[in-house]
């Protein structure tokens, strides 16, 4: 059992892999990249979309000209109660509880005063969100990976980056563009035609919007071998 559990785990993280690099590949490609079957592939992806295996691939808005997303890391006297009353509270895209200096994290659209909030303590850290990057998951043992993360640490000598000036692209989307955007930013393989039908938008506005993603978002696939809740 254990070896065909380990050798299921390579054939999901051959799959993953062939998402990580192209977020819309198709089952056929994937399947002649990889060497499994069709049927193979079709199940091996149902099974890791449900068990927490695979999520995304998802979007996260890159920042522009006339576009900013802004991180809150405060603290609460009850985090449980904040999170409840955050979700669905206007303008903010994101929050979640956590644990340490901060107990809960908030990505907003827009600037907001978050300490008139009850329950409200401290505010850690705001400011405006920059560029979001997920890792590619490697296939190595738990001892090699921290065989490496030691040698990186041994390695790793301070010193202080120089900040370049970059010029932000200006975000020229429209109504039909930010349609999109919701419609596929949990996932950007779902479906295409039923979802354009569904926001009413034409696949020509859609194919122009895709030509649009490196410029102004970043693709995410995250890949857990013993499933995200573990």
């Not at 603290?75 to 644990?99: E, Y």
């Not at 979001?132 to 001892?143: A, F």
């Not at 996932?187 to 926001?199: A, E, S, V």
Request: charged letters at 25%.
């Amino acid at each position: 059992m254990d070896k065909i559990s380990r050798m299921k785990r390579r054939s999901y993280h051959k799959i993953y892999e062939q998402i990580y690099q192209g977020p819309r590949i198709s089952i056929i490609d994937i399947t002649q990249n990889t060497g499994l079957s069709r049927n193979t592939v079709r199940r091996y992806l149902q099974e890791m979309y449900s068990q927490g295996i695979l999520i995304g691939p998802y979007l996260r808005m890159k920042p522009a000209q006339n576009y900013r997303e802004y991180m809150y890391l405060m603290n609460f006297s009850d985090p449980f109660f904040a999170f409840k009353g955050l979700k669905g509270f206007p303008h903010v895209l994101c929050c979640a509880i956590t644990f340490g200096d901060w107990n809960i994290m908030v990505v907003t659209n827009r600037l907001l005063d978050f300490s008139q909030l009850v329950g409200f303590q401290s505010m850690v850290a705001r400011g405006v969100k920059r560029i979001t990057n997920t890792p590619k998951v490697e296939y190595i043992s738990w001892d090699l990976c921290f065989t490496k993360i030691n040698e990186k640490i041994k390695e790793f000598t301070p010193a202080q980056r120089e900040s370049k000036t970059r010029t932000l692209p200006y975000l020229t989307w429209d109504t039909d563009e930010w349609k999109l955007y919701h419609a596929f930013k949990s996932n950007m393989r779902q479906k295409i035609t039923p979802t354009l039908r569904k926001i009413n938008v034409r696949y020509e506005t859609y194919r122009e919007w895709m030509g649009t993603l490196d410029t102004h978002c970043t693709i995410h696939t995250e890949f857990y071998p013993e499933e995200c809740k573990t």
